[in-house]
Nanobody
């Protein structure tokens, strides 16, 4: 079993900063890559940032230069540092961890989502 727990988020004024954390625990053999997504009211969930096991990063154009994704391998934790926040960054943020997991039938790849955390940026 694998558990993924998010923390951080909250209410901040425009121009402020927040840091989100996402920690995976359990029968993890290896974490491959980690993503952050967000969902504002509506059906679409947007990929905000991604970080591969090799350290390559990718960002949505809307957050480039303001958000930074990073990881602490020893803690199986991924972070999203969000600076210069704008009201349009208001959304529920979700981490998505792609990991190799120990199972009864060997190591298998799985994808896990965090529970989500709300970020509200006031103008």
């Amino acid at each position: 079993q694998v558990q993924v727990v998010q923390s951080g988020g909250g209410l901040v004024q425009a121009g402020g900063s927040l840091r989100l954390s996402c920690t995976a625990s359990g029968s993890i053999a290896e974490i491959n890559h980690m993503d952050w997504h967000r969902q504002a009211p509506g059906p679409q969930r947007e990929l905000v940032a991604s970080l591969t096991s090799e350290g390559s990063t990718n960002y949505a154009d809307s957050v480039k230069g303001r958000f930074t994704i990073s990881r602490d391998n020893a803690k199986n934790t991924v972070y999203l540092q969000m600076n210069s926040l704008k009201p349009e960054d208001t959304a529920d943020y979700y981490c998505n961890i792609h990991a190799s997991v120990h199972t009864a039938s060997g190591v298998r790849p799985y994808s896990f989502w965090g529970q989500g955390t709300q970020v509200t940026v006031s103008s």
